[in-house]
């Protein structure tokens, strides 16, 4: 239950970087604060490392679409940054 909900908030995140451009900051430091209010930590070194493999429009599209496979790959290495993993 924990990993389905931390992989929604995750996607969440990128639908609000995808409001008026991304901001890999903004979407990260907006990833931990929803990690911490439902009790979880997030790593930003670790969401930084993730975010290296996606591109602004990528992520954009991601945020977007949501569900596609790439969207789910992204979803899933940004849950592997927090201690809801497994």
Do not use: P, W
């Not at 979880?40 to 990528?58: K, L, M, P």
């Amino acid at each position: 239950m924990k990993n389905k909900l931390a992989a929604t908030i995750a996607l969440s995140a990128l639908a609000l970087a995808a409001c008026g451009g991304v901001n890999r900051d903004g979407t990260r430091d907006k990833f931990i604060s929803d990690m911490e209010e439902i009790g979880g930590t997030a790593d930003g070194d670790c969401i930084d490392d993730v975010f290296r493999d996606y591109s602004d429009d990528e992520i954009t599209e991601l945020s977007e679409g949501g569900n596609d496979e790439r969207s789910v790959a992204l979803a899933t290495d940004l849950l592997e940054c927090t201690d809801l993993d497994g």
